[in-house]
């Protein structure tokens, strides 16, 4: 029988419908980034809010196209962390309601864990034990993944995320929000070594990664020290260019350097790959270029399971195998400490 998985993390409101096989039969994303736009970041408050107005409807949309019936599911699954307080709240409570109403188990879902599960979705063979590195608007974590549901943290970022930083400079370059997908475009006609911006932590023998002094850098090279509002500042296309492709190479080459140490640390055949970040042109490419080198193999998730959604929920299967269902005095867990 059938799940139903919710997601509500951060700034997308989801919805899935996944046969006991793992089969997507129902799937509906809302997202929010029109509502962000305008503030140049998420707004835990106002994704809250958007969370409480759209949940009942993709629920509704995600089962419609499934055509499962509410009372034919077998359980009901949602991220319970980590995440914004508000917005996790919303998914978890809906959650809760509707294993009440219809009389179902409840499976809380790591959305961390779930991100690197959309991979093994991907492939049909296991891709587990592996190095798992989730690269996201929140979060930039290494795991050794023993199996999906059982992950050892080696390191993550001291400061900002990958995708936060790479929001904050298309949000300096007022090039919207989020600033990742407008910031790797612009990089494609820039020359990638105009700015010699740091690679932090590149050889600091732990898994941890820093990138708020590569922000800082690149904060410096579009306007002096003292300038506080960005939105005058006028570059030529090609600076902001070459800014663009300069900052995306610092970013992917410590990406790239500390899960290939990884996957070699540990001897993993396989290094797998998701969140946001992983929709990333130039970070896809130089990894195959690394597993092709050193001999292991690459599972980034598919395009539209490297952004937020409840598909990958379907980490929640594995869950139910082992009969980790949760109670339901289940809460959220945000989650703002990064050992996750
Ligand atoms: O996984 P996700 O949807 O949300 C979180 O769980 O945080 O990731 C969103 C992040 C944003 O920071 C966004 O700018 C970034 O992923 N992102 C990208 C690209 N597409 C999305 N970053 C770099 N290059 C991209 N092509
Ligand atoms: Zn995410």
């Not at 996944?18 to 998420?42: K, N, P, R």
């Not at 962390?81 to 109403?101: F, I």
């Not at 407008?182 to 006609?189: D, R």
Request: hydrophobic share 45%; glycine share 8%.
């Amino acid at each position: 029988m059938p799940i139903l998985t919710l997601e509500s993390t951060c700034d997308e409101t989801a919805a899935a419908v996944i046969s006991a096989d793992g089969t997507v039969l129902g799937d509906c994303v809302a997202t929010q980034e029109t509502l962000h736009e305008q503030f140049g970041g998420v707004v835990p408050e106002v994704a809250a809010r958007a969370h409480v107005e759209r949940i009942l409807p993709v629920i509704d949309t995600a089962l419609r196209i499934s055509g499962v019936r509410g009372d034919e599911l077998d359980a009901i699954a949602v991220a319970d962390r980590p995440g914004l307080a508000g917005s996790l709240l919303v998914g978890v409570v809906a959650a809760k309601t509707l294993a009440v109403a219809w009389k179902k188990p409840l499976v809380a879902v790591n959305h961390l864990h779930a991100h690197l599960y959309a991979c093994q979705m991907a492939v049909d063979f296991p891709v587990y034990p592996c190095i798992g590195l989730v690269v996201s608007g929140g979060h930039t974590s290494l795991y050794h993944c023993l199996s999906p549901l059982d992950l050892e943290y080696l390191g993550g970022t001291i400061d900002d995320a990958a995708g936060e930083a790479f929001d904050k400079v298309g949000s300096m370059l007022n090039l919207g929000f989020p600033g990742g997908p407008a910031v790797s475009k612009l990089a494609q006609s820039g020359n990638p070594t105009a700015f010699d911006y740091p690679r932090s932590m590149l050889n600091d023998a732990s898994y941890r990664f820093s990138f708020s002094g590569l922000k800082t850098a690149v904060r410096y090279s579009i306007a002096p020290p003292g300038i506080k509002d960005f939105s005058e500042i006028q570059l030529p296309e090609q600076t902001k260019a070459d800014i663009c492709a300069s900052f995306q190479a610092a970013v992917v080459e410590v990406l790239v350097k500390k899960s290939v140490r990884a996957v070699k640390q540990y001897q993993t055949k396989h290094l797998i790959v998701g969140g946001g970040v992983a929709a990333n042109p130039m970070l896809r490419s130089q990894l195959q270029t690394a597993a092709e080198k050193n001999a292991f193999t690459l599972v980034i998730a598919p395009m539209k399971l490297c952004t937020d959604n409840a598909v990958m929920g379907a980490i929640a299967l594995e869950k139910i195998k082992r009969g980790e269902f949760a109670d339901l005095d289940l809460d959220i867990t945000a989650g703002l400490q990064r050992g996750f």
